[in-house]
């Protein structure tokens, strides 16, 4: 059987044959990379993030994702330091955590954003300046009030997300940086938006996708430039449904302890830990479904490394 098969191939053009052997090398291709997904997202056990340092900070803490980033972190043993502008807010999260986790070492860091940043930075930088920080959640990130054309969007308005969202996100990542250099450790991870990375265009949003398109490309140079120093970049590209982000926005997410946080929140957090170091690009999104895989598939591309 398998010499008549054999035999009818040499019967073929060559033409037939080259093109037939290009699908196949197409096809193993795809294959290998679907395995080495499969394996990453079903198979492969989550890193231990205390190899990274025994501190997380995490900014934008208050609320919503940055919390379940926060009460994530708590639970693997991490030490954290809680970066947010409402003071009142960081010690209710700061009291809330530390009774699920009483072990938890936390420290808080009022700071606005929107407002002159170097006072801030500077209290931050004196706040961790003999901590071990080794992870970086850069979640802080302000939007529209609502959908509204370019031109009728107030300055004060796109100032204060151009100022939140990149020079909020910049200015940390370069406080925390030196001590990852130095330590040779570390990991980075802001938060991105499906508005820059997987559709084409964001009308009526144009400001807060710019700068989202920002941190994507952010994200980006900064894995190349500090992977050989022992630095995972990650940006997790947040794909929530849209009335639990409106909730969100308005409301904010208050749970009293990390059994009570949404499926979606809880997805998001976990999700990110599991794929840290792994891939540049996670969708984080309340379940788990068809377009979520296909997008992990095709803007990860095959060229992501195990």
Not at 75 to 83: C, F, Q, R, T
Request: proline share 3%; charged share 15%.
């Amino acid at each position: 059987m398998l010499l008549a098969y054999f035999h009818h191939l040499t019967t073929q053009p060559s033409w037939l044959l080259f093109l037939s052997f290009i699908g196949f090398l197409a096809i193993l291709k795809h294959s290998i990379f679907i395995l080495k997904w499969v394996f990453i997202t079903f198979l492969r056990p989550s890193k231990d993030l205390n190899k990274y340092g025994s501190w997380a900070l995490v900014t934008g803490a208050t609320d919503g994702i940055g919390k379940a980033f926060a009460y994530q972190l708590a639970s693997k043993g991490l030490n954290l330091v809680l970066v947010s502008r409402n003071h009142n807010k960081l010690k209710t999260v700061l009291k809330e955590i530390q009774a699920d986790f009483p072990y938890t070492h936390i420290k808080i860091v009022p700071l606005d954003f929107s407002n002159d940043l170097s006072p801030g930075i500077r209290l931050v930088e004196e706040e961790i300046k003999a901590l071990d920080i080794g992870i970086l959640i850069n979640n802080v990130g302000i939007t529209y009030p609502s959908a509204r054309f370019f031109h009728e969007v107030d300055e004060n308005v796109w100032m204060n997300i151009v100022k939140v969202n990149v020079e909020g996100t910049t200015r940390i990542t370069k406080a925390v940086l030196p001590g990852m250099i130095e330590r040779k450790r570390g990991a980075i991870v802001n938060i991105g938006s499906g508005a820059a990375i997987v559709v084409p265009s964001h009308p009526l949003f144009t400001i807060y996708a710019a700068t989202k398109a920002y941190i994507d490309q952010l994200s980006r140079s900064l894995r190349v430039e500090y992977k050989h120093y022992g630095i995972d970049v990650q940006c997790q590209t947040i794909m929530l449904d849209l009335q639990f982000v409106k909730l969100a926005m308005k409301h904010g997410a208050r749970p009293t302890g990390l059994t009570h946080y949404s499926g979606a929140l809880l997805a998001c957090s976990q999700r990110l830990f599991l794929m840290l170091g792994v891939c540049l690009l996670v969708f984080g999104g309340g379940n788990k479904s068809l377009h979520e895989i296909l997008l992990s598939y095709f803007v990860n591309g095959v060229d992501e490394e195990l």
